[in-house]
């Protein structure tokens, strides 16, 4: 195999890595309570802790979305500051996506999906049944995710 591949940048961490999203130029990653921003030089920009630990980070471009526990929580990319005080429910978050125009769609372990805007404030909750997974946008209403069957199913928000 031909090519010039090289490491260019490595590091120890806290733990085990639990979740990680990628940006145009570095990647956040979360180790247990633990979020730091990595830029594609691999250095530290910032560093935020949670009570418990971090298992998706879902980034939209100018904010990541942070489920920790039971707990939603915003941060700016560029600061790691928080963006208002967080959002939780009983059992936690399942999943998380970025909303076409702003604002971010979040399933619950239950039956139902949050919808909040970009500031993280709560916009609307809606019962569409047990969500595996949200997959994505074909466009501005329709949401395609994995209902708790497994089948591929079509939500008009």
Sequence with gaps: MAGDWRVSWSHQLEGKVGAIATLNDGVIIATGGIVRLLN???DFIW???FQFDVYRLVS???SVAVLSGPG???????TGNPLGEGRS???GFRD?????????????????IHM???EGRGISRLRPGRIRKLIGWLDREHLIAI??????ICLRL
Excluded: S, Y
């Design 40 to 42: 594609d030089l691999g």
């Design 47 to 49: 560093k935020r802790t």
């Design 60 to 62: 939209d471009g100018t």
């Design 72 to 78: 939603f929580h915003l941060l700016d990319i560029r």
């Design 89 to 91: 429910v009983g059992g």
């Design 96 to 112: 998380c996506l970025p909303r076409p125009g702003g604002g971010w769609l979040l399933a619950d372990r239950g039956d139902h």
């Design 116 to 118: 909040f805007n970009r």
């Design 147 to 152: 209902n708790d069957d497994g089948h591929l």
